[in-house]
């Protein structure tokens, strides 16, 4: 059975750096490309970044490029988002989600049930 | 950057109702569409994925169809947990894998 947990949420000041931890069981980790997607509050889905099965190859948001960083560690089932110079507009519950192996990378068939990041003086 | 235009924001229907929810992506993305099904408080599940295929376990009055840029999530008989929030998704091509700004599902 799939499963992601999220944590490393919490309150953090603007400028502040937070990271992010997913764990990932019951399926093989390390032959999946893996996301972070964002919510505001009352808001709509937002994609963050993707990171390749291998760790080799990623891809972010406009909004969080340059300030957030997508990482893995395979032989501990584990995707992590290391976030930088945090602002107000990244107070979002940040869910982590995986692509079927043998999909099209993009889609995502499982999420974690999220962390909220609030980011506030 | 492809967009996607997501209609309605927001709907009501009488359990026993076709549903019908559109999204149209700013560019071709052959069959590269998700639909997700979001409850209050909870992560989104997906529902259909490559524009027409039901996910295992996704009961099957839930569809959808389209291709190029024109895509159609139907529900053909509404149930009363089916009140959520519906986001289409693109993957088309390189990242930015963007999401329509959704639909909010309402029983009449």
């Known amino acids: 059975q799939v499963q992601l947990v999220e944590s490393g949420g919490g309150v953090v000041q603007p400028g502040k750096s937070l990271r992010l931890s997913c764990a990932a069981a019951?399926?093989?980790?390390?032959?999946?490309?893996m996301h972070w997607v964002r919510q505001a509050p009352g808001k709509g889905l937002e994609w963050v970044a993707v990171i390749s099965y291998d760790g080799d190859v990623k891809y972010y948001a406009d909004s969080v490029k340059g300030r957030f960083t997508v990482s893995r560690d395979n032989p501990k089932n584990t995707l992590f988002l290391q976030m930088n110079s945090l602002r107000g507009e990244d107070t979002a519950v940040y869910f982590c989600g995986r692509s079927h192996p043998r999909r099209k990378v993009g889609g995502l068939d499982y999420w974690g049930q999220g962390t909220l990041v609030t980011v506030a003086s | 950057d492809i967009q996607l235009t997501q209609s309605p924001s927001s709907l009501s229907a009488s359990v026993g109702d076709r549903v019908t929810i559109t999204c149209q992506a700013s560019q071709d993305i052959r069959n590269s569409l998700n639909w997700y099904q979001q409850k209050p408080g909870k992560a989104p599940k997906l529902l259909i994925y490559d524009a027409s295929n039901l996910e295992a376990g996704v009961p099957s009055r839930f569809s959808g169809s389209g291709s190029g840029t024109d895509f159609t999530f139907t529900i053909s008989s509404l149930q009363p947990e089916d009140i959520a929030s519906y986001y289409c998704?693109?993957?088309?091509?390189?990242?930015?894998?963007?999401f329509g700004l959704g639909t909010k599902l309402e029983i009449k």
């Open positions: 998704q693109q993957y088309g091509n390189l990242p930015p894998y963007t």
């Open positions: 019951g399926f093989s980790f390390s032959e999946c490309p």
